[in-house]
């Protein structure tokens, strides 16, 4: 830059010894102007962004409009020298002031630390997080990540997956909230505003319909648009509405017809037109199919390279069929949420990213995530005084504990802790870290004798718990970016191995640490199950903190725990079996594309079974709690319902209060939904009037001849307690003519 305006001076120099001095390289378009005016930081993003739009050339256009391939994560590809080795890179235009954009998967913690020797905290996944229906807990979660960004060097994050757990087998489900779109969406619209809150920029993905990953990118998803704005959109709409997050991350599968980054419907329709979207859409990695189409549809990125948003693009513009006025839009809404998010005016910079710091509260959101299930007579908590022998079987729980793969992957400090060695974590290889339930067990017992086998054995096993006093069986689901569990069933002959030692010890306990709801065809037989989802870093301290009371559990269900694959919508997991077998090249890139008929509809999740008459193994909202909670006093209308929560047991505990609605008849949802929630946390004997503000959104039903909300006249009940089967509390209230008291009824 310097040399070519030394030439240029040089040359307008000698130019003006003979003829008028025209320079075309110092045009007012390619002067350094990283002070211009869009640098006052009184203006608004908008404001600002539509400035520096006017001095960009074509070219710098089409340069942030697109990444710069696929760097790191395809061996052979270039990296940019000035990447910070995430998963993606923008370059900026450094004449203007407006910085490259380095973006890093952070589903659950920052990605690939690894390769810069860096440390990242494993917080739990995102489906334990949802489970603690804490926003501040949420918030915490992204405020983590947004700072562990920043420290490494990046200032855009793509996590925030809220995809909706219409099958309870994607291998995602542990990157998103669960299946109710009220509590997702709030759960990750707190988690991406905590990553925002750290001036990076957020991301909410993979929008919409990448409910399974078998045929992930070839699928066709196919949903009525009353059922897709009432379940998938809305967790999207509300994820939106809170963090305002400077990208949407569209998915890889087709939604009726057309591929999601090229979606009129889905983009220009309903994220930026009825939600309101001013960021700006990325694609998935490879998930832009077209130019024209592509960019007439509402895709402003392409990712992670240039194959249609580059040169296509602009040839595109200079022809006509995209409107200059387009790719302007597509600039603007980059621009404005580099402005809006603070990175342009403060840029991360690099420092050690505070280990501690992350465990702390890492560990806070696991205690406040894992799932008491069943605890029969009381078995937990464990009395660290009465227990003089443990057996602790299974899941390498002498060393670690289980985390999520994919992009989603955290590379574990040490390496993996069943097999350390150098370098990042491996594609398809499940990674633990090292955190030992095994060494916290014994450090809270540590004049009794625990004892260790590995429940590769079963007849092992059963013989170390027999001649245990308790039996904690650890057992595991391992999940994956990529790929969907076959079925509910844990894998490995894990239940044969519970079966086992249950056999052996009536006082089995059996602790989970899944990707999503796996059936337990011995329920019956263990006293105590806890679901410990995959639970971060500090997950061995707060699994023994829970089983030893130093912890009240109060973790609840977001997802229901069938008690066979038999009884969900789809028994299998659409086109599981059209995958040909593992070979040299992608499984995916042999299948033909399929459909997928979401058949289900609205009835995603406890609605379905609600709705099917279909008992679970447990229930949505579901957990339990060493106290005792107390719902009284029910007060409703169609704006707030109020009731008193009280303690009634010998500890604290915090207990979260869910309200369900059930619509009119006349709505057509023969299924109760959740409508408000909160966690109260109580002293023994205490009590709390807890008043929640129901939101007119979550009243309505979606209209789709008048595109819109509504509030449909008639009864509505109210229903309030612990989880989607248990509401002791219930009372109801009018809607419309010849009702009185809420909404629509004039008061
Ligand atoms: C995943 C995205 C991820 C991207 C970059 C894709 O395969 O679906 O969630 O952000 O890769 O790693």
């Known amino acids: 830059m310097f040399l070519r305006k030394l030439t240029c001076l040089k040359l307008t120099f000698i130019l003006a010894m003979l003829v008028a001095p025209q320079c075309p390289v110092a045009s007012a378009q390619s002067q350094p102007q990283q002070n211009g005016p869009w640098m006052d930081k009184s203006l608004s993003p908008d404001q600002r962004a539509?400035?520096?739009?006017?001095?960009?050339?074509?070219?710098?256009?089409?340069?942030?409009v697109h990444g710069t391939g696929w760097g790191v994560l395809r061996g052979g590809d270039g990296v940019p020298t000035k990447s910070n080795l995430g998963a993606g890179f923008v370059a900026g235009i450094e004449r203007l002031g407006i910085p490259d954009i380095n973006l890093a998967d952070s589903a659950v913690g920052v990605r690939m630390a690894a390769l810069q020797s860096r440390y990242a905290t494993l917080l739990p996944s995102v489906l334990g997080l949802a489970a603690t229906w804490d926003t501040q807990a949420a918030s915490l979660y992204g405020?983590?990540?947004?700072?562990?960004?920043?420290?490494?060097?990046?200032?855009?994050?793509?996590?925030?997956?809220?995809?909706?757990?219409?099958?309870?087998?994607?291998?995602r489900n542990f990157?998103?909230?669960?299946?109710?779109?009220?509590?997702?969406?709030?759960?990750?619209?707190?988690?991406?505003?905590?990553?925002?809150s750290n001036q990076v920029m957020g991301d909410i993905k993979h929008y919409a319909l990448n409910d399974q990953e078998t045929g992930r990118n070839i699928l066709n998803a196919i949903l009525d648009k009353r059922s897709m704005r009432e379940t998938d959109l809305l967790a999207f709409q509300i994820a939106i509405g809170i963090a305002h997050p400077a990208g949407v991350m569209c998915a890889y599968n087709k939604i009726n017809g057309d591929y999601a980054c090229e979606n009129d419907?889905?983009?220009?329709?309903?994220l930026k037109k009825d939600f309101g979207f001013k960021g700006f859409v990325l694609s998935d990695?490879?998930?832009?199919?077209?130019?024209?189409?592509?960019?007439l549809a509402g895709l402003d990125q392409e990712q992670p390279g240039y194959g249609y948003f580059g040169a296509p693009l602009k040839a595109a513009v200079e022809k006509g069929d995209v409107p200059m006025s387009r790719l302007d839009d597509m600039d603007h809404r980059i621009l404005r949420s580099m402005f809006a998010a603070?990175?342009?005016?403060n840029p991360p910079v690099r420092r050690v990213v505070d280990p501690f710091r992350g465990l702390e509260d890492s560990q806070h959101i696991a205690e406040e995530s894992i799932v008491l299930l069943?605890?029969?007579?009381?078995?937990l908590p464990l009395s660290a005084e009465a227990i003089k022998s443990i057996a602790v079987i299974g899941s390498h729980s002498d060393v670690g504990i289980l985390s999520g793969g994919g992009s989603a992957q955290v590379d574990a400090p040490g390496g993996n802790a069943i097999d350390p060695r150098y370098g990042p974590s491996v594609w398809g290889q499940p990674v633990y870290f090292p955190s030992s339930p095994l060494k916290y067990i014994r450090a809270k017992v540590p004049s009794a004798h625990v004892e260790y086998n590995d429940g590769k054995n079963a007849d092992a096993a059963a013989n170390l718990a027999k001649k245990s006093q308790v039996a904690i069986v650890f057992v595991n689901q391992w999940m994956s970016e990529g790929r969907d569990a076959p079925t509910l069933s844990l894998p490995n002959n894990q239940d044969a191995l519970v079966e086992a030692v249950v056999a052996a010890n009536p006082h089995t306990i059996v602790v989970i640490e899944s990707g999503g709801p796996v059936t337990m065809p011995w329920a019956d037989k263990v006293t105590a199950v806890l679901e410990s989802w995959y639970p971060g870093i500090g997950g061995a301290q707060a699994i023994a903190n829970i089983l030893f009371g130093d912890v009240n559990p109060s973790g609840k269900l977001p997802i229901t725990f069938a008690k066979s694959d038999a009884d969900l919508p789809h028994p299998k997991v659409p086109g599981i079996e059209l995958l040909p077998p593992p070979g040299p090249r992608g499984r995916e890139g042999r299948m033909k594309p399929f459909d997928v008929n979401y058949t289900e509809g609205l009835k995603v999740g406890y609605k379905w079974f609600e709705a099917e008459n279909k008992k679970p193994l447990f229930a949505f909202g579901h957990g339990l709690s060493y106290t005792v909670f107390e719902y009284s006093d029910l007060k409703a209308d169609g704006r707030q319902v109020s009731f008193t929560l009280k303690n009634t047991g010998e500890r604290p505990g915090a207990e979260v209060a869910q309200v369900y609605l059930e619509l009119p008849a006349s709505a057509g949802e023969p299924f109760n939904r959740l409508v408000a929630w909160q966690r109260v946390e109580l002293a023994p004997g205490e009590s709390k009037e807890i008043a929640l503000t129901l939101d007119p959104l979550y009243l309505s039903i979606f209209d789709v001849e008048k595109n819109g909300w509504q509030?449909?006249?008639?009864?509505?009940?109210?229903?309030?307690?612990?989880s989607s089967e248990n509401t002791p509390l219930n009372s109801t209230f009018g809607v419309g003519v010849g009702h009185g008291g809420g909404i629509g009824s004039g008061n």
């Not at 069943?374 to 078995?379: R, S, V």
């Open 285 to 295: 990695w490879e998930g832009t199919h077209s130019t024209v189409k592509a960019a």
């Open 143 to 171: 405020s983590v990540i947004g700072r562990e960004l920043r420290e490494q060097g990046f200032n855009m994050s793509i996590g925030g997956g809220v995809d909706l757990a219409r099958e309870p087998r994607n291998g």
């Open 50 to 64: 539509d400035m520096v739009i006017k001095e960009m050339t074509l070219d710098e256009k089409i340069q942030l």
């Open 711 to 722: 509030i449909v006249p008639g009864e509505y009940k109210i229903l309030v307690g612990g």
């Open 342 to 345: 603070g990175v342009v005016d």
């Open 265 to 270: 419907y889905t983009l220009n329709q309903v």
């Open 374 to 379: 069943k605890n029969a007579d009381n078995q």
């Open 175 to 196: 990157e998103y909230a669960g299946e109710d779109p009220i509590l997702a969406g709030t759960m990750v619209g707190h988690l991406a505003e905590g990553v925002q």
